[in-house]
Nanobody, 115 residues
Framework: VQLVESGGGLVQPGGSLRLSCAAS????????VNWYRQVPGKERELVAT????????TYKDSVKGRFTISRDGAKNTVYLRMNSLKPEDTAVYYC?????????WGQGTQVTVSS
């Protein structure tokens, strides 16, 4: 099992980014996939989840209406579209899933929101 994130970078406040999480070794439509983020010195926090049952989604309150999690089964990839970015969204973003009874993480991708 492998999760590989991409798409991070430096963006101005109010800007947008789309993060990608390419999965291998399992199918993203068969397991819930999560996006977390972490700032140095703070705990990793759950940002968004897409479940297996019809692909329903949940979000951290502070990103509701700005972030959208989605998936492409053909590409076996989960995305996090982030709009109206704020400086407080600056963090390393990680993809996570728990197939086959084990937890897996990607290496993370840095998102920096700054003018």
């Amino acid at each position: 099992v492998q999760l590989v994130e991409s798409g991070g970078g430096l963006v101005q406040p109010g800007g947008s980014l789309r993060l990608s999480c390419a999965a291998s070794g399992f199918t993203v439509v068969g397991y819930a996939v999560n996006w977390y983020r972490q700032v140095p010195g703070k705990e990793r926090e759950l940002v968004a989840t897409i479940t297996t049952a019809g692909g329903s989604t949940t979000y951290k309150d502070s990103v509701k209406g700005r972030f959208t999690i989605s998936r492409d089964g053909a590409k076996n990839t989960v995305y996090l579209r982030m709009n109206s970015l704020k400086p407080e969204d600056t963090a390393v973003y990680y993809c996570n899933s728990r197939p086959y009874g084990r937890e897996y993480w990607g290496q993370g991708t840095q998102v920096t929101v700054s003018s």
